[in-house]
């Protein structure tokens, strides 16, 4: 099948206000906007205003009314503990309503905020469709942050309730949720005036009277609620970015946008139909999870999985392959760092063999830079086609992508393929000029940006200008650096605080990254630049070795120099690495490059509030002990 990328991006083009209109008849409206798209507060753009609808209704009643309450809905599968359960749409309406019902018990009402802090359970996704339900905007807190920045947390969103599991489970550990909890209130300035408590068997928390409330016993007590009518340029929920110090940024969803993007997108990016499975292997904290664990394939109708459990290890690098087959998943979104995890032990692919993943259609990988190498080898193991697309929390869907349910693009291995209808998205230098094809520059969005992205931050209008709008004026500033080659291809290579100069010349630490990738033995790696004397930065490499390879790491490392000196030249003065058992990663997945290269520099750092294991940093320090830096 060609594409029909061009002629759809070219009709958004010739008229932005009637492509979007047109997507929004995909949603059930109580009623009809005034104006698509409202600039009378440029540059705060707001989209379908004067509209009402509900998030909850769309998602959850609205495919009940329409005879399909018995179609699944969410399935439950979490390895970690062996439970599975599956909710019809009928039960979660049941469930929803129910939880609507027990906020509002506890003085819960529109615009009113709720933090979830919870594991990867069926219950985590009821809570926030039902403040959905009774136009409460929810803030999910990835259940195992710090209590001090849970706190912070609180201060900004001032929720009336807290939503919380007992407890996290791990592979080989329980994550005490409530103890944390406790901790962040008593920091926190503002004081929630109940918190919801979801005992989990394997460890049960202590209830504070008068506060905290049994979970099973609210929902015994609580009468079902229907859904309440909200504007479209009402908040539905606030997310705050990661690994933010000081006041934290709390990215606004609205509902009207939101639902309209969420709608567009499952068809057209991920070309699937209700009904069929669909698994974005993530955590509900994160905003893949809001997207798409949630509302965008509820949206939609399909049947979504919520899964507790890890790419390896639970029990082994075969367990999404386990999920896909038990479950007939049509779709997986997941990220790079996932499969190069699987990469790393079950390099010939032998666990794939095992399973039946004849339902398997295509693999989407997002959240962060995908090598090339990681890709070919999905690819190859795989036999389906391996997308990467791009986005960010900010944005809420992909910015740049290639559209499975309009005809793939060719794939270019390294690249994001091309924007989204909506994004019109430039290669710019310092001053706002466009740049060549091939040259590297700030990859920024003109505005205004479509349904779906941050109107603004949370009670912050001042910090999203400055964080994102003031640099590049008429732009959205993504913060990432790359190129677009000859053929409108996005080639996302790094952070832009990733480019690094070295003796005058910018390089992209992710050029690197992808060059290291290819060798042979190296199943994971990072790039990063550190302060040289002589020439302002000079950058190093960590490597993580495929299990099994045993040869000497000197040989391995000299190999690498010799590769990048290769393929950039001596220009990239690229001669130290070192090889590590693991990277420092959020939870997420997403690599602390910054962390590491302050490290390297002896630079203080704070400890990134979503880091996933903090040990791991001495074992950075000492490796980069090892070849001379971090003294």
């Known amino acids: 099948m060609t594409s029909g990328y061009e002629e759809v991006y070219?009709?958004?083009?010739?008229?932005p206000e009637g492509f979007w209109a047109e997507a929004a008849e995909a949603i059930h409206w109580y009623k009809k906007w005034d104006t698509v798209l409202d600039s009378s507060q440029k540059p705060?753009?707001?989209?379908?205003?004067?509209?009402?609808?509900?998030?909850?209704y769309n998602c959850v009643d609205r495919h009940v009314d329409s005879g399909r309450g018995d179609q699944p809905a969410l399935i439950y599968d979490s390895p970690i503990t062996g439970a599975k359960r599956t909710l019809n749409y009928s039960d979660l309406?049941?469930?929803?309503?129910?939880?609507?019902?027990?906020l509002r018990q506890h003085g819960i009402e529109k615009g009113d905020r709720v933090i979830i802090y919870m594991s990867m359970v069926p219950q985590a996704a009821i809570a926030m469709l039902a403040c959905a339900r009774i136009g409460a905007v929810h803030s999910v807190v990835f259940g195992g942050?710090?209590?001090?920045?849970?706190?912070?947390?609180?201060?900004?969103?001032?929720?009336k309730m807290i939503v919380v599991t007992s407890c996290g489970i791990e592979p080989g550990r329980i994550v005490e949720y409530k103890p944390m909890v406790d901790g962040a209130i008593e920091m926190a300035d503002h004081?929630?005036?109940?918190?919801?408590?979801?005992?989990?068997?394997?460890?049960?928390?202590?209830?504070?009277?008068?506060?905290?409330?049994?979970?099973?016993?609210?929902?015994?007590?609580?009468?079902?609620?229907?859904c309440v009518p909200v504007l479209a340029t009402d908040p539905l929920y606030i997310l705050y970015t990661s690994g933010t110090t000081g006041v934290p940024k709390?990215?606004?969803?609205?509902?009207?946008?939101?639902?309209?993007?969420?709608?567009?997108?499952?068809?057209?990016?991920?070309?699937?139909?209700?009904?069929?499975?669909y698994w974005a292997a993530s955590d509900l904290g994160w905003a893949v999870g809001h997207s798409y664990i949630v509302y965008g394939p509820l949206t939609y109708g399909c049947a979504s999985i919520l899964f507790e459990g890890k790419p390896v290890g639970t029990p082994d690098a075969g367990v999404f392959w386990r999920i896909i087959s038990e479950h007939k998943c049509s779709v997986l979104f997941t990220a790079p760092t996932a499969f190069r995890a699987i990469k790393r032990d079950d390099p010939d692919g032998k666990l794939i063999q095992q399973y039946d993943l004849s339902s398997f259609r295509t693999l989407f990988l997002a959240g962060e830079r995908s090598d090339p190498d990681t890709l070919e080898w999905a690819e190859s193991q795989l036999g389906v086609p391996v997308i990467d697309h791009w986005w960010q929390t900010e944005t809420g869907w992909v910015i740049g992508g290639n559209y499975s349910g309009l005809g793939l693009l060719p794939v270019k291995h390294g690249s994001a393929s091309k924007p989204a209808p909506g994004f019109d998205v430039q290669i710019v230098d310092d001053n706002v000029n466009q740049v060549a094809a091939g040259e590297t520059g700030a990859i920024?969005?003109?505005?205004?940006?479509?349904?779906?992205?941050?109107?603004?931050?949370?009670?912050?209008?001042?910090?999203?200008?400055?964080?994102?709008?003031?640099?590049f004026p008429g732009y959205y500033k993504t913060g990432d650096a790359g190129y677009k080659d000859e053929d409108g291809y996005l080639y996302i290579m790094s952070r832009t605080d990733d480019i690094i100069n070295v003796a005058g010349h910018r390089l992209s630490t992710g050029g690197m990254e992808e060059i290291l990738a290819s060798h042979q033995d190296v199943a994971e790696c990072a790039v990063i630049g550190v302060h040289d004397q002589l020439k302002g930065q000079v950058p190093i490499g960590f490597l993580v070795l495929k299990a099994g390879v045993n040869r000497p790491h000197e040989e391995i490392v000299d190999e690498i120099v010799s590769l990048v000196r290769t393929r950039i030249g001596a220009v990239a003065s690229f001669r130290k690495a070192t090889v590590v058992e693991r990277l420092p990663k959020t939870r997420s997945g997403k690599i602390l490059r910054g962390t590491m290269r302050r490290i390297a520099d002896?630079?203080?750092f704070k400890m990134p509030a979503t880091i996933d294991d903090p040990a791991i940093l001495d074992e950075i320090g000492e490796a980069l002990q090892g070849i001379g830096y971090a003294q």
């Not at 070219?10 to 008229?15: F, G, K, V």
Request: net charge negative; proline share 8%; charged share 25%.
């Open 145 to 159: 942050f710090a209590a001090n920045e849970l706190a912070t947390r609180i201060d900004d969103a001032t929720p």
């Open 250 to 277: 709390g990215v606004v969803r609205d509902n009207g946008g939101h639902l309209v993007a969420m709608a567009w997108s499952m068809p057209n990016v991920y070309g699937v139909e209700p009904g069929e499975v």
């Open 191 to 226: 004081k929630p005036d109940t918190c919801i408590i979801l005992q989990r068997e394997q460890h049960p928390a202590d209830l504070i009277p008068g506060r905290d409330v049994d979970w099973e016993e609210a929902m015994a007590a609580a009468e079902p609620v229907d």
């Open 444 to 471: 920024v969005i003109k505005l205004p940006m479509p349904p779906g992205c941050l109107p603004t931050l949370w009670n912050n209008d001042d910090g999203y200008l400055s964080s994102y709008l003031e640099d």
């Open 44 to 56: 705060f753009y707001r989209w379908f205003v004067g509209g009402e609808t509900n998030t909850c």
């Open 93 to 102: 309406k049941d469930e929803v309503s129910r939880f609507a019902g027990v």
């Open 602 to 604: 002896g630079e203080e």
């Open 10 to 15: 070219a009709r958004w083009q010739s008229d």
